[in-house]
């Protein structure tokens, strides 16, 4: 019988037998008697030792079509004489009595089928389904077996600036202390939670008791959050940035807003239909007033202006109607964003919140109403800066933000929206990974590199690296390029200067291809342009000879040359524009040596930047221009060949 189909044995076990069931028996099992191996390698000492054999004990399986497999296993351990240290044989991923493999089946068909038929399926007890059921989801639903989501964070002693927050996750909150210089989780802890609509005791200052001493605190305006906070660090600087401010002076105003709303529905004079029709949006009049009060005053439109008048025309010259209420507490709000301007000094900071705080709580004093017994405008924004004074003044020196702490409560929900049954553990363990990823140094990719001369006697030649022009032009026209065939052997800024327009600045401008074609012989117009295109052997039944693709290389590199003279030395450079005119092809015919010499030349000329020719190349250049000024004269042409040694 052949076992190896499903029992990996390894090469310290061997199958010494196996028993079948009896023809006809569709559901009986296999059993199968594993040993271990008589000798193991010893890893330490690199020699052989005999295994002493432990009694054999029965292991479940995973089951074969319908049959359970039985094992009879014999496991053992040998001792390495120079080291003292044992070597175990010990059958793989064998969990107790059961098989790993077998294990994970039994939680997969769980619920598929009845416990029972399960189990006398496989050969076991129910209540041994049972258990093994129960440890699999222990470790799925233990924190500490969720590896790599659970990593232990590494302990933080000190840090320069702590972000404290809170969040509520399946009714309950939970505190959040954010590392803002790093962006990673400190902690994230249960802290209440809410029963019937009434929360249980808060234990913050066991929370703040782990966190790592800082020297800067930015939370929010909750206080008993800032009460533990300032006894956790009494030497600490509190922070409250001008969002959580800001946001104060809103809800005030808001109100006020509200306010507005009301006496308009009430007042018989103006009417629902009038106040809707002031307002537009006739299903949102409320919205509509909400847009107008928190819009700056720089970004306002005339019909914003308008609408501020008709409010400012209802209070009927009363400083205490609700209209006239609201245009007060929208100037100052005004000014209070004007005061937290980036482009204000800080050392004007605390003068000037002095000033409007003590102007608002004059302007309250003179429109509260004691007959009404209502409270006074803006109380929300006189209590806040009455309660944090020092933590608000401290945003002007420090400038640090809670930012980042409500950055870390986005990503929080983002990844309870992704997924369920999170603990918190793997909540910090995503976020940190995302922080983390965040603050990598981006890899960029290597500078093209292109070669240039040393100051060198004119004997050698000496290349050196240095950043190449093109680069930027070389990448943005690498993208739509047409594949390059490795017969044409062109480099990428050649090849992306042979399908780039002339003139970058047109977009219908005519290609460099289009000079390759004005040379193109009349006898090799097929080859060319399959050369042109970047696929010579495109076509079936035609081949481009070895000459043909020299000679096609040969004009690329020198229309190339002569059409990026700054890359060249001044002298070359002006050398170069005598060759404009060059027919470089046509020197196959007078000299295919030099025709072959020609083109290497300006293959070199056009990959190297600034190249400083060599005697042989300066030698080669000297007879293509000499070649060039008598190629009218075909006679002097074929005897200054002849002198050269090209007949």
């Given at each position: 019988?052949?076992?190896?189909?499903?029992?990996?044995?390894?090469?310290?076990?061997?199958?010494?037998?196996?028993?079948?069931?009896?023809?006809?028996?569709?559901?009986?099992?296999?059993?199968?008697?594993?040993?271990?191996?008589?000798?193991?390698?010893?890893?330490?000492?690199?020699?052989?030792?005999?295994?002493?054999?432990?009694?054999?004990?029965?292991?479940?399986?995973?089951?074969?079509?319908?049959?359970?497999?039985?094992?009879?296993?014999?496991?053992?351990?040998?001792?390495?004489?120079?080291?003292?240290?044992?070597?175990?044989?010990?059958?793989?991923?064998?969990?107790?009595?059961?098989?790993?493999?077998?294990?994970?089946?039994?939680?997969?068909?769980?619920?598929?089928?009845?416990?029972?038929?399960?189990?006398?399926?496989?050969?076991?007890?129910?209540?041994?389904?049972?258990?093994?059921?129960?440890?699999?989801?222990?470790?799925?639903?233990?924190?500490?077996?969720?590896?790599?989501?659970?990593?232990?964070?590494?302990?933080?002693?000190?840090?320069?600036?702590?972000?404290?927050?809170?969040?509520?996750?399946?009714?309950?909150?939970?505190?959040?202390?954010?590392?803002?210089?790093?962006?990673?989780?400190?902690?994230?802890?249960?802290?209440?939670?809410?029963?019937?609509?009434?929360?249980?005791?808060?234990?913050?200052?066991?929370?703040?008791?782990?966190?790592?001493?800082?020297?800067?605190?930015?939370?929010?305006?909750?206080?008993?959050?800032?009460?533990?906070?300032?006894?956790?660090?009494?030497?600490?600087?509190?922070?409250?940035?001008?969002?959580h401010v800001l946001q104060v002076v809103d809800r005030d105003v808001l109100t006020l807003a509200a306010r507005v709303m009301l006496e308009r529905w009430d007042d018989d004079a103006i009417g629902q239909a009038q106040a809707l029709r002031q307002f537009g949006a006739a299903a949102y009049p409320y919205l509509s007033l909400r847009t107008l009060v928190l819009r700056r005053w720089r970004n306002v439109t005339p019909a914003d202006l308008a609408a501020w008048a008709i409010l400012r025309v209802e209070?009927?010259?009363?400083?205490?109607?609700?209209?006239?209420?609201?245009?007060?507490?929208?100037?100052?709000?005004?000014?209070?964003?004007?005061?937290?301007?980036?482009?204000?000094?800080?050392?004007?900071?605390?003068?000037?919140l002095e000033l409007w705080k003590e102007h608002v709580r004059q302007w309250s004093q003179q429109v509260k109403d004691p007959a009404t017994g209502g409270l006074a405008p803006l109380g929300r924004i006189r209590w806040a800066l009455r309660q944090y004074w020092d933590a608000c003044l401290a945003y002007a020196t420090t400038k640090t933000t809670n930012a980042d702490t409500e950055l870390v409560n986005a990503q929080i929900r983002r990844n309870l929206r992704r997924g369920h049954r999170f603990v918190?553990?793997?909540?910090?363990?995503?976020?940190?990974?995302?922080?983390?990823?965040?603050?990598?140094?981006?890899?960029?990719?290597?500078?093209?590199?292109?070669?240039?001369?040393?100051?060198?006697?004119?004997?050698?030649?000496?290349?050196?690296?240095?950043?190449?022009?093109?680069?930027?032009?070389?990448?943005?026209?690498?993208?739509?390029?047409?594949?390059?065939?490795?017969?044409?052997?062109?480099?990428?800024?050649?090849?992306?200067?042979?399908?780039?327009?002339?003139?970058?600045?047109?977009?219908?401008?005519?290609?460099?291809?289009?000079?390759?074609?004005?040379?193109?012989?009349?006898?090799?117009?097929?080859?060319?342009?399959?050369?042109?295109?970047?696929?010579?052997?495109?076509?079936?039944?035609?081949?481009?000879?070895?000459?043909?693709?020299?000679?096609?290389?040969?004009?690329?590199?020198?229309?190339?040359?002569?059409?990026?003279?700054?890359?060249?030395?001044?002298?070359?450079?002006?050398?170069?524009?005598?060759?404009?005119?060059?027919?470089?092809?046509?020197?196959?015919?007078?000299?295919?040596?030099?025709?072959?010499?020609?083109?290497?030349?300006?293959?070199?000329?056009?990959?190297?930047?600034?190249?400083?020719?060599?005697?042989?190349?300066?030698?080669?250049?000297?007879?293509?221009?000499?070649?060039?000024?008598?190629?009218?004269?075909?006679?002097?042409?074929?005897?200054?060949?002849?002198?050269?040694?090209?007949?």
């Open positions: 019988m052949d076992a190896t189909p499903f029992l990996p044995l390894g090469d310290q076990f061997i199958l010494i037998e196996a028993s079948l069931p009896a023809e006809g028996d569709d559901t009986g099992p296999y059993d199968l008697a594993v040993r271990a191996v008589e000798t193991l390698l010893c890893p330490h000492c690199q020699g052989t030792h005999a295994v002493q054999h432990d009694p054999p004990i029965t292991v479940m399986h995973l089951p074969f079509g319908d049959h359970p497999v039985r094992l009879t296993i014999t496991e053992g351990q040998a001792i390495c004489p120079e080291t003292g240290l044992p070597l175990t044989c010990q059958f793989p991923d064998r969990q107790g009595r059961v098989t790993g493999d077998l294990a994970r089946y039994i939680v997969r068909r769980r619920g598929l089928e009845p416990q029972r038929a399960l189990a006398a399926r496989l050969l076991l007890s129910p209540s041994a389904v049972q258990r093994l059921h129960d440890a699999a989801r222990r470790r799925l639903s233990s924190p500490a077996d969720q590896s790599p989501r659970t990593v232990p964070e590494p302990e933080v002693s000190r840090i320069e600036r702590l972000g404290l927050d809170d969040i509520y996750i399946a009714k309950s909150r939970f505190l959040v202390a954010v590392d803002l210089d790093t962006g990673r989780i400190l902690a994230l802890r249960k802290v209440s939670s809410i029963i019937q609509g009434k929360a249980d005791q808060v234990d913050l200052p066991g929370f703040l008791t782990d966190l790592p001493e800082t020297k800067q605190v930015a939370l929010d305006m909750n206080v008993e959050q800032f009460q533990a906070a300032k006894a956790r660090w009494p030497s600490a600087i509190f922070v409250v940035d001008k969002r209070g009927n010259g009363s400083e205490t109607s609700p209209s006239q209420l609201l245009w007060q507490a929208y100037l100052f709000r005004e000014a209070l964003y004007e005061l937290y301007d980036v482009t204000r000094p800080p050392s004007d900071f605390k003068r000037g918190p553990e793997s909540l910090v363990q995503l976020v940190n990974q995302t922080a983390d990823a965040r603050r990598a140094p981006v890899l960029q990719p290597p500078a093209p590199v292109t070669w240039k001369a040393r100051p060198v006697p004119r004997a050698a030649v000496a290349l050196e690296a240095s950043p190449q022009k093109w680069s930027a032009e070389i990448t943005r026209a690498d993208r739509n390029l047409p594949r390059q065939s490795p017969l044409l052997e062109l480099t990428v800024p050649v090849w992306a200067w042979l399908h780039r327009p002339q003139d970058p600045r047109r977009r219908a401008g005519e290609r460099w291809l289009h000079e390759i074609v004005k040379c193109l012989p009349a006898a090799e117009r097929t080859a060319w342009q399959l050369c042109n295109s970047g696929q010579p052997e495109g076509i079936p039944d035609f081949t481009v000879s070895v000459s043909q693709l020299e000679r096609w290389r040969a004009v690329v590199h020198h229309r190339y040359v002569v059409t990026q003279l700054n890359r060249l030395d001044p002298s070359e450079a002006q050398r170069q524009v005598s060759l404009v005119d060059l027919r470089v092809d046509a020197l196959v015919s007078h000299g295919p040596d030099l025709h072959r010499a020609v083109g290497d030349l300006y293959r070199r000329l056009a990959t190297v930047e600034s190249l400083v020719l060599s005697p042989e190349d300066e030698q080669i250049m000297t007879q293509v221009v000499a070649w060039h000024a008598l190629a009218s004269d075909p006679e002097d042409t074929v005897a200054l060949l002849e002198i050269l040694g090209y007949s």
